[in-house]
C-alpha cells in the first residue's frame, strides 16, 4: 500500500479471506531502497502494485520528493521496481532498478511471448498550454526488465475528460488485453473504468459498455472508490481491491480534508 512520506515504505499485507489483513512487512527497508528528504505530507512512496512471476514477487511504485497539489507544483519521479522470492522477509527485497520512463502508479504486464510491459501515468505531451485540467494520461512500453530501460516508443493508450486517468492495470483473458484505469483522481469523483484490445498491451482500446464499473456518491460510507486491482483465487473466481476512504461524518455532512479526501 501507499505509505506516503512515511518509513519503512511499501507495507506488504497478507490475508486468507481478502477481509482481515495482516501486516507482514515492508519492501523498503533500507536507505540504498528509499532515501526521501523534506518530502511533503502527501508524497513519497505512491500506489504499490504487487506481480508475482516465476518465483518471484515484483513491487512497483515511485517516490514524489516533491509534491505541492494545491500549487500544481511536483517534480515527477522515475519508478522503479524490486523484487523477492520471499516475501515473508522484509530484507530480502532486491534494491531498486529505475525505468527510464518518469510518473507513478507504475504497473507490470508479462505477454504469452514473455515481453514485459510498463504501464505508467504522466502528463500528455501534447497538451494545451491553456488547459485547466491536469492531463495526466496511461502511457504503456515493452521494457527490458534487467535494466529498466525501455525498448519501444510510450504509447499514450487512455486519456480521460476529467483530465486524469491513472492507476493503470492489464491483464490478458483469452485473445482480449483488459486496462483498468481510476478516473477522476482520488477525490469524490474517483471511479474505476475498464477497457480492451485484441491488438495487443499497445492497443488500441474500446471502451466497455458500462463505464464507469462503479462510483460512490457523496452519500456513501464508503466513498472515493478506485485504483481498482484483480485477484482470481484458487476456485477461479476473481475478486477486486480498491482505493476508498470512510469520511467523518458531522451532523449534516462530512469532513473534507486540505487534500479534498
Known amino acids: 500500500t501507499s505509505?506516503?512520506?512515511?518509513?519503512?515504505?511499501?507495507?506488504?499485507?497478507?490475508s486468507l479471506d481478502l477481509i482481515k489483513w495482516e501486516l507482514i512487512g515492508h519492501a523498503l527497508t533500507r536507505k540504498s531502497q528509499l532515501d526521501v528528504k523534506t518530502v511533503e505530507p502527501g508524497g513519497g512512496v505512491w500506489a504499490a502494485t504487487l506481480r508475482y512471476r516465476e518465483g518471484y514477487f515484483y513491487l512497483t511504485t515511485a517516490?514524489?520528493?516533491r509534491y505541492r497539489p494545491q500549487a500544481d507544483d511536483r517534480v515527477w519521479p522515475r519508478g522503479f521496481y524490486v523484487r523477492t522470492n520471499n516475501i515473508w522477509d522484509s530484507s530480502s527485497w532486491s534494491d531498486p532498478i529505475y525505468f527510464d520512463q518518469p510518473g507513478f502508479d507504475q504497473d507490470l504486464?508479462?505477454?504469452d511471448d514473455g515481453t514485459v510491459y510498463l504501464s505508467t501515468t504522466y502528463r500528455k505531451v501534447d497538451r494545451s498550454p491553456t488547459s485547466k485540467l491536469?492531463?495526466?494520461?496511461?502511457?504503456?512500453?515493452?521494457?527490458?526488465?534487467?535494466?529498466?530501460?525501455?525498448t519501444s516508443q510510450p504509447v499514450m493508450?487512455?486519456?480521460?475528460?476529467?483530465?486524469?486517468?491513472?492507476?493503470?492495470?492489464?491483464?490478458?483473458?483469452?485473445?482480449?488485453?483488459?486496462l483498468f484505469t481510476a478516473e477522476g483522481g482520488t477525490e469524490s469523483g474517483h471511479?474505476?473504468?475498464v477497457m480492451r484490445s485484441d491488438q495487443g498491451p499497445l492497443g488500441p482500446y474500446e471502451l466497455g459498455p458500462q463505464n464507469p464499473l462503479w462510483r460512490n456518491g457523496v452519500e456513501d460510507e464508503i466513498q472515493n472508490t478506485g485504483h481498482c486491482d484483480l485477484v482470481e483465487d484458487e476456485k477461479g473466481q476473481w475478486w477486486a481491491v480498491s482505493l476508498g476512504v470512510r469520511p467523518l461524518r458531522h451532523v449534516g455532512y462530512f469532513h473534507t480534508s486540505v487534500f479534498g479526501l
Open 3 to 14: 505509505t506516503f512520506e512515511y518509513f519503512p515504505g511499501a507495507a506488504i499485507y497478507h
Open 63 to 65: 517516490v514524489f520528493d
Open 109 to 111: 504486464f508479462w505477454d
Open 134 to 150: 491536469k492531463d495526466f494520461a496511461i502511457h504503456v512500453c515493452s521494457i527490458n526488465l534487467e535494466t529498466g530501460d525501455s
Open 157 to 178: 493508450v487512455r486519456e480521460s475528460a476529467s483530465g486524469v486517468s491513472e492507476g493503470s492495470h492489464i491483464i490478458k483473458r483469452g485473445k482480449y488485453y483488459y
Open 191 to 193: 471511479c474505476e473504468w
